[in-house]
T-cell receptor
Framework: KQEVTQIPAALSVPEGENLVLNCSFT??????LQWFRQDPGKGLTSLLLIQSSQREQTSGRLNASLDKSSGRSTLYIAASQPGDSATYLCAVPQTGGYQKVTFGIGTKLQVIP | DAGVIQSPRHEVTEMGQEVTLRCKPI?????LFWYRQTMMRGLELLIYFNNNVPIDDSGMPEDRFSAKMPNASFSTLKIQPSEPRDSAVYFC????????????FGSGTRLTVV
């Protein structure tokens, strides 16, 4: 069974700082990995979907990397802003599939003005 | 596209009552997922459908929970009878059944059973 861990559980940084969020998973036979953002009381917003054949995926100030062999993905946020404050979750498919995914508990990010 | 639409946004009901949550997936998406989110357990997959057919319902906690997808544009999750421990946020998500596509989530239904 796929297990997903996100460290740290919470992070507080000053505005403008570059930061890295981590996601680790136990089974590396995955097709893709997706990062989401969740604002308090809201649904999940997809940020990036990275395929197993890709090493990186970028969208604006966000960059996600995937290292299947080590069972890790990172989400890099450049020049953080207060509007980036939210919980960030990674979603990793079950072994050999791509539809049934396991979510990490998330990293709660606070960017201080 | 309006995205994945869930209703109601909030539901407060008394223990023992029947609760029905509704979801309209994105037009053209052929996979639909029901998730439950709690502080203790995070996001848990309850059931998912491909082309309106239930594929995996192993996450449905008990027989009190049932889900249907009568057509490509509508799904329901029903709890009967409801219990206080069912209180959670229930999310619906849709996707294309392809490894090249990720999930799109609805805004969720916050269920409180008193």
């Amino acid at each position: 069974k796929q297990e997903v861990t996100q460290i740290p559980a919470a992070l507080s940084v000053p505005e403008g700082e570059n930061l890295v969020l981590n996601c680790s998973f136990t089974d590396s036979a995955i097709y893709n990995l997706q990062w989401f953002r969740q604002d308090p009381g809201k649904g999940l917003t997809s940020l990036l979907l990275i395929q197993s054949s890709q090493r990186e995926q970028t969208s604006g100030r966000l960059n996600a990397s995937l290292d299947k062999s080590s069972g890790r993905s990172t989400l890099y946020i450049a020049a953080s802003q207060p509007g980036d404050s939210a919980t960030y979750l990674c979603a990793v498919p079950q072994t050999g599939g791509y539809q049934k995914v396991t979510f990490g508990i998330g990293t709660k990010l606070q960017v201080i003005p | 596209d309006a995205g994945v639409i869930q209703s109601p946004r909030h539901e407060v009901t008394e223990m023992g009552q029947e609760v029905t949550l509704r979801c309209k997936p994105i037009s053209g998406h052929n996979s639909l997922f029901w998730y439950r989110q709690t502080m203790m357990r995070g996001l848990e997959l309850l059931i998912y459908f491909n082309n309106n057919v239930p594929i995996d319902d192993s996450g449905m906690p008990e027989d009190r929970f049932s889900a249907k997808m009568p057509n490509a544009s509508f799904s329901t999750l029903k709890i009967q009878p409801s219990e206080p421990r069912d209180s959670a946020v229930y999310f619906c998500a849709s996707s294309l059944s392809s490894r090249d596509y990720g999930y799109t989530f609805g805004s969720g239904t916050r269920l409180t059973v008193v």
